[in-house]
Nanobody
């Protein structure tokens, strides 16, 4: 499984960005796809996840109401639409994937260790 994240950049506070994660190397219908972020000096933190087959989504409190995770089956791509960006959203954003072998709770996909595959990061900078 290969994941390629893109779409980061510099945006003013209040602006929007859409991140993309192009997935390849497998059939992703049974996967959970996640977005994480890591700011300088901080631990990597969960942002959002989507269950590919059902489209069910799960968000960190910091992302609710501002960010939207979605997927495009035809393009094998997961998106993170980020609106109303704040300076504290600045970080390197990573996409991740996991294929669960057993049913799990949505909250089980918050920790990093839940994911087997990671893409490289894409930098998001938010100016105040």
């Amino acid at each position: 499984v290969q994941l390629q994240a893109s779409g980061g950049g510099l945006v003013q506070a209040g602006g929007s960005l859409r991140l993309s994660c192009a997935a390849s190397g497998s059939t992703f219908s049974g996967y959970v796809m996640g977005w994480f972020r890591q700011a300088p000096g901080k631990e990597r933190e969960f942002v959002a996840a989507i269950w590919w087959s059902s489209g069910i989504t799960y968000y960190a409190d910091s992302a609710k109401g501002r960010f939207t995770i979605s997927r495009d089956n035809a393009k094998n791509t997961v998106y993170l639409q980020m609106n109303s960006l704040k300076p504290e959203d600045a970080a390197v954003y990573y996409c991740a994937a996991d294929r669960p072998s057993t049913p799990r709770y949505y909250s089980d996909y918050v920790p990093q260790h839940a994911y087997d595959y990671w893409g490289q990061g894409t930098q998001v900078t938010v100016s105040s």
